[in-house]
């Protein structure tokens, strides 16, 4: 009898293979998976499987049977030292040794005459040839300059909206945006320079954002109308361009798919209050309490113990049946809690553990001093249960009002997630200033806030009436003014919607049948909203102190 084939191939880690698992109408798939881990439990092997151009929060552990290892792919045998241009042996080289590398070069062309056999260690004379000057070395790009604040009115009318919506948004230079591009790679921006095209000029300013844009309602968009084209699948608001995560703040650049431990779930289960989470990411509780089946969390302090003992024990001391901190919104049973990162540290690194669970990219544990965190919470006999919240940097010099935003998965689907950005953009119009969110935003967060910003404009704009029975205006800035979403999000969520036409020489807003209906059932299905009479909040100048 012929032996079984996986007796035969031994899968490892790095092994690529077709496994099974069902898809949302429930019916069998074979997608392309990596293996990731191997462990053996009760003497049966478990494969840790990530599927390939799926979210990580659809990795799990499988057994042997929902593999095909009839269609294994081994992992290819890395170089022994790293390359460079593609060619084996060549190591890579940091720009200083680059430059010293040219320079040597051209001292040994210029020096040796004749080449003898080098002797072990020795490095070997460089061939007679001209010198070539260092190549631009990508990586050593500075990472995206931040997006200024609104322009004033007079330069706001000196920007054009035609333009500034296709190419940037940030107003860079001709010369910066020409020899500057980003390119998208893997969710995070990857440079290269490309030369100027000689002979290129800007044409003359069309349009500012402080320029009137007619609205049209309920009208075909015009066939002479030029559409400006829809943004990619981009998170960067302010262009077609994504840029790349910023190094400070709660989303530094996220470096930890690089370590196989920090890839893989270590978490099995989390029960807090009545509800049972399983965790979709990686998140750095202690090493002791990963290989529990169940970690319990107080859902009023979120302190973490390792049963139900424990738990038990802790709720007879527990006083809190609320999140620490000043309650400055509440109407029914929602009500959202302002708590300081310093003032209730570990509160707020007990937030953001929690947090980590379901948000890949966010890197902030531990240092919560200069963050501000805003709790949803839902009101019954029992307390102030948790159900979402988002953190804002005290000082942001970029106009975020958003570090990290999160609603827990029981609440999700339920208009929580909107509510969380409504509440925070209320604070933006207490504060007087217009907000963004902080990038990368996840796949869930970046469907919420363009569905947000949508509704929203699509309210304003439908909200506009005829002046002396003319078409009703309204510039790019009042929009962002009205609404305080930032300028660059308002241009890119009209592109988004296909809703900026240029007709005779100016530019038009055409609302077709279909979005004003589509508009009006999504808000008829939108029932939370925030009462901006039931906000109690005065807002600090966190500048003037000197500590957070």
């Known amino acids: 009898l012929e032996e079984p084939l996986c007796h035969k191939v031994d899968v490892v880690e790095g092994c690529r293979l077709p496994v099974l698992r069902k898809n949302q109408e429930h019916e069998d798939e074979w997608p392309l998976a990596e293996i990731l881990s191997v462990k053996e439990v009760s003497s049966r092997k478990l494969y840790y499987v990530h599927y390939i151009d799926f979210n990580k929060r659809l990795d799990e552990w499988v057994t042997l049977d929902r593999l095909d290892l009839k269609k294994l792919q081994f992992p290819k045998k890395e170089a022994k030292t790293p390359t460079k241009n593609g060619l084996p042996g060549s190591r890579p080289s940091s720009p200083e040794r680059e430059v010293r590398k040219s320079l040597d070069l051209n001292v040994q062309t210029t020096t040796t005459t004749t080449a003898t056999a080098p002797s072990r260690g020795k490095t070997l004379p460089a061939p007679k040839r001209k010198a070539e000057p260092p190549a631009p070395l990508a990586p050593q790009v500075s990472p995206a300059p931040p997006v200024p604040s609104l322009p004033s009115s007079a330069e706001a009318s000196q920007a054009a909206v035609y333009p500034a919506a296709r190419e940037s948004t940030t107003f860079k230079s001709r010369e910066d945006h020409e020899q500057l591009t980003s390119l998208t790679t893997n969710g995070t921006a990857a440079r290269r320079l490309i030369p100027p095209q000689p002979g290129r000029k800007r044409k003359a300013n069309c349009g500012g954002t402080d320029e009137m844009i007619k609205v049209l309602q309920y009208n075909k968009p015009q066939s002479a109308s030029v559409f400006l084209p829809p943004p990619e699948d981009s998170q960067d608001s302010s262009d077609g361009i994504p840029t790349a995560p910023r190094m400070t703040g709660s989303l530094v650049s996220d470096r930890s798919h690089d370590d196989i431990v920090t890839r893989m779930k270590n978490i099995e289960c989390i029960e807090l209050g009545r509800h049972r989470l399983k965790p979709w990411y990686f998140s750095p509780y202690p090493q002791e309490l990963t290989s529990l089946p169940i970690l319990y969390l107080c859902e009023f302090c979120l302190k973490y113990v390792k049963s139900l003992k424990c738990l038990q024990r802790h709720l007879t ?221 005065t807002p600090k100048d966190w500048s003037k102190r000197g500590k957070w």
């Open 317 to 537: 001391k527990c006083n809190l049946r609320h999140p620490p901190g000043n309650e400055i919104y509440r109407k029914g049973t929602i009500s959202f809690f302002e708590i300081d990162g310093r003032k209730n540290k570990t509160y707020s690194q007990n937030l953001c553990l929690i947090a980590k669970c379901f948000l890949d990219h966010k890197t902030l544990y531990y240092d919560t001093d200069p963050f501000l965190f805003y709790v949803m919470t839902e009101y019954d006999s029992k307390g102030f249960h948790i159900v979402g919240y988002f953190s804002k940097e005290k000082e942001s010099t970029e106009d975020y009002n958003v570090a990290c935003i999160l609603t827990l998965p029981p609440y999700q689907r339920r208009g929580y997630g909107k509510l969380l950005i409504e509440f925070s953009y209320e604070l933006s119009k207490v504060e007087g200033k217009t907000g963004t969110p902080e990038k990368p935003l996840s796949d869930l967060g970046l469907l919420s806030y363009r569905s947000y910003w949508s509704q929203t404009i699509l309210e304003i704009l439908m909200d506009l009436k005829p002046d002396n029975g003319e078409r009703p205006q309204i510039t790019i800035n009042e929009i962002s003014e009205i609404t305080s979403v930032k300028k660059e999000d308002v241009i890119s969520t009209l592109q988004y919607l296909n809703l900026i036409n240029y007709y005779k020489g100016q530019y038009i807003l055409t609302l077709s049948e279909e979005i004003v209906d589509g508009h009006e059932k999504a808000m008829q299905k939108r029932h939370l909203r925030i009462d901006p009479k039931c906000l109690h909040f």
